[in-house]
């Protein structure tokens, strides 16, 4: 059975930092690209960061700079580091993990992030 766990969410004022987490199980997790989407209320679901099985990365233009995506292979985690935060940053935040070239994505439950003063 394959699981994404995110956590590390929560409530923080703007210009702070928050750090996500998200633990993969079920897979042969050093294989596949993994990434980190939000979702705000009444908008869609976006990439915020990507990271291939090589560790290239890749950022939504909004968080460029703020945010970093890394991995841990050997503990089959995947993190995103969010700096700088602002109120637009607000949403909740999925995990995600595919094999291209397969179009099947697993997706964790999500964890709320809110920037608020």
């Known amino acids: 059975q394959v699981q994404l766990v995110e956590s590390g969410g929560g409530l923080v004022q703007p210009g702070g930092s928050l750090r996500l987490s998200c633990a993969v199980s079920?897979?042969?997790?050093?294989?596949?690209?993994a990434g980190w989407y939000r979702q705000a209320p009444g908008k869609q679901r976006e990439l915020v960061a990507g990271?291939?099985?090589?560790?290239?990365?890749n950022y939504a233009d909004s968080v460029k700079g703020r945010f970093t995506i890394s991995r841990d292979n050997s503990k089959k985690m995947v993190y995103l580091q969010m700096n700088s935060l602002k109120p637009e940053d607000t949403a909740i935040y999925y995990c995600?993990?595919?094999?291209?070239?397969?179009?099947?994505?697993?997706w964790g439950q999500g964890t709320q992030v809110t920037v608020s003063s």
């Open positions: 990271i291939t099985s090589g560790g290239s990365t």
């Open positions: 079920g897979i042969s997790f050093s294989i596949y690209v």
């Open positions: 995600s993990s595919s094999r291209p070239p397969s179009s099947y994505v697993y």
